[in-house]
């Protein structure tokens, strides 16, 4: 049995700032995820993929938002439990909680925070009995390594973002490439959308409309992809890779059992604390909902600031937390590591620097 302040589960950006906004209160923290990395949807949807509204960072990839994200909570001392799925949460006599993993964890925490993103959720995949074997061979439902595709024949299935922007991204990399879309109408960016008709025009890429109905392999690697046309007729489209991205399928999976108050399967929470119909347990990010609620990654880290005071007020109910700040605080400093004792007094260090991201 592990005890803690506060279990945190999901370890996305905004599961990782609320470790942040906790260790600042003096709070610890462990943080479960099912998946065997930190780092959420940045990871998994869009890695290397361009951000442009975090605060005060121009641009930055998903990939190094995490990465900072990460440095800035080593202070902290954060305990990471990767590839581990919260299965049970109940709460004991004392108003604690017990939680237990996938993988046999079990956790005895005051507070629980869910910052569980979409949920679980896994890509609609090809359902094609010759797929299964090519999945992240030559068959793909993210990109993890761009450089992968370079000098290669591709082709990419879908109608909304991910597609349309990966098509973009990859279109200067790779010999040849082939949107496959069942129809004429896209979900993606207008401007998106016009710069892939641009390209086509341009004999850089091709978009062709249809079902895949088939794929051809040699030597357990893809050499075609057979798209059949509104018309019937089936072409075969020459290709070393297919990237299929038709969106996900997300779930709640467990949380959806722990009688936790739901609208649309999303979270109801307070937008004063972020607390649940639960006392106790808490939601930040993309899984909660109020109303106002925007989904971007800068809410929710404006969410993991004042859930950590409402945890804090939680675990420790009649302390006042005073608000202190950063640049003045001396009790913050030392927790941030960046102040030391000297004959009894303090002195401010410098914070370590980081260097300019590039995307």
Not at 140 to 145: D, I, N, R
Not at 278 to 300: M, Q, R, W
Request: hydrophobic share 45%.
């Amino acid at each position: 049995m592990i005890n803690c302040d506060t279990v945190i589960i999901g370890a996305g950006p905004v599961g990782l700032f609320q470790v942040f906004e906790l260790g600042l209160l003096g709070l610890d923290a462990h943080v479960v995820d099912a998946v065997p990395h930190a780092g959420g949807q940045c990871i998994e949807l869009y890695p290397d993929k361009p951000i442009y509204d975090i605060p005060a960072v121009p641009v930055c990839s998903g990939r190094e938002l995490i990465e900072r994200l990460q440095q800035q909570i080593r202070p902290f001392a954060p305990q990471f439990h990767l590839g581990h799925t919260v299965t049970s949460l109940e709460r004991m006599a004392d108003g604690r909680f017990s939680l237990r993993t996938s993988a046999g964890l079990a956790f005895n925490a005051g507070v629980v925070i869910i910052a569980g993103g979409l949920g679980a959720f896994a890509p609609r995949t090809l359902d094609l009995p010759e797929a299964a074997r090519l999945v992240d061979r030559t068959l793909h439902y993210k990109v993890a390594q761009p450089a992968l595709f370079d000098g290669q024949d591709i082709v990419i299935a879908g109608g909304g973002d991910a597609a349309l922007d990966w098509a973009l991204a990859l279109v200067d990399r790779v010999r040849s490439l082939v949107l496959v879309h069942r129809s004429s109408t896209f979900r993606a960016a207008p401007a998106s959308v016009a710069r892939m008709q641009a390209l086509c025009d341009e004999g850089r890429m091709q978009l062709c409309e249809g079902d895949i109905v088939g794929l051809e392999t040699a030597d357990e690697a893809l050499t075609q992809v057979r798209v059949r046309a509104r018309s019937g007729m089936v072409q075969r489209i020459e290709a070393s890779h297919l990237l299929v991205f038709w969106g996900l399928h997300p779930a709640l999976g467990p949380i959806a059992e722990w009688g936790l108050a739901l609208e649309r399967q999303q979270l109801v929470v307070d937008p004063s604390t972020f607390q649940t119909s639960t006392p106790g347990v808490f939601a930040v990010g993309d899984i909660n909902t109020y109303p106002g609620k925007k989904k971007l990654i800068l809410s929710g880290f404006h969410e993991a600031a004042l859930c950590a005071f409402a945890a804090h007020a939680h675990l420790h109910p009649g302390d006042k937390v005073n608000l202190q700040y950063t640049t003045t605080s001396p009790a913050l400093q030392r927790r941030l590591g960046v102040r030391e004792v000297e004959r009894g007094d303090a002195v401010a260090q410098p914070p370590p620097r980081v260097a300019a991201s590039a995307a």
